[in-house]
């Protein structure tokens, strides 16, 4: 089992950036309008901000970092760490922390390095960030998390269109030798075709098969380059593992559930979510939803639930539970504390 | 698990449109005007927080009426 506890960190801010651009579930005329209503009340997503072409995560993730370091008054030459999660980098290679370092004007003293990791991917980013940190060797650490997932995306596909948004967050962390943050960590392989790109990678290179359309059922046309989504697997992997990953968290870290503040899921479909709410038997008011303005917004979705919905609560001390879970598959979640996190008003650029 | 005329409550309140007493057994749920593709999502919710079963897309695949889906979660129930 995958549990560690890391000691001498704590997260100090969290900021975020979304595009400017909305898309509004209720325009959406792909589909009838009892599906459309029916759409928007199970998933709970009304609109979502979808980013022009020509814009990358990085973009993303860069704006809201440097928001962050300005609030926070870090002095740039002592952050030592850059670490990238996403599924959406701005090119193969080089990896995208490496040209944020660069472009957030950071020493080349920082360690900087990529992880592809999606819905889970902020708290698998937060424990290699916490692990490192917890060695003493480094001071102070940003974790970028973040995902243009609408370019892999046509509204052609009903299945995939109106869920995902874009979004990317900055995560302040730094070391403190009273911080402690509590990790479960799981995998899946076996259940990889839930949510894939089948072509662009090594696996199967682009060809002229590629971009061809599929009509695979009413109102679902996508070619091999789209993103692929078998939502009735992930829901069903979802409301069984997720609620099951949090219950050994729990056992792990010794701490009352009832006494968590905070539970900041993945954001990925507000039926999904209030079924593992409901299994977890957690009270509405602990469990915020940024889905209804941005969407899925994949590896940045639970530092946005926190900046959009909790920036005043979390300025004062707060006990939190995270948990992502999605493709791979790949689900984790971590218990930690905090004293005051930095929070800054989301950023549309 | 209770009886299917409870289980046929439940789901006639889950789907809009439905009128309360017109779902039989032998209903084939995916003919029903009214059916969508995100009822299914609502029948693996609704499975997990009434019965405490896990029901996969497969399970549901593999059934054609509301009698089929009942006999999936009460087997496991």
Known sequence: MAFFAATGVRIKGIAAAVPKGIEDNRDYDKISEPERNLLIKTTGIATRHVAEKGTTTGDLCQVAAEKLITELKWDKSEIDLVIFVSQSPDHFLPATSILLQHKLGLPKTTAAFDISLGCSGYVYGLSVISGMLSTGGFRKALLLAGDISTHAMTPDDKSTWPLFGDAGTATAIEHDADGKIFFNLQSDGSGANAIIIPDGGLRHPISDKTYINEEVEKGVVRHRRNLWLNGLDVFNFSVREAPANMKALIEFAKINAGDVDHFIFHQANLLMNETIRKKLKIPVEKVPYSLPAFGNTSSASIPLTIVANLQKQAQSPQKWIFSGFGVGLSWASCYLETDSIVCPEVVYI | ?77
Request: glycine letters at 6%.
């Open chain 2, 1 to 77: 698990m209770e009886d299917i005329a409870v289980f046929i409550k439940k789901i006639e309140g889950e789907i809009d449109g439905l009128t309360p007493g017109t779902l039989t057994p032998d209903a084939k749920f995916r003919d029903l005007p009214e059916w969508s593709s995100m009822h299914a999502l609502i029948l693996i919710a609704l499975s997990e927080t009434e019965y405490d079963v896990s029901i996969s897309g497969e399970d549901l695949r593999g059934c054609k009426t509301v009698q089929d889906i009942y006999n999936v979660i009460s087997s496991r129930s």
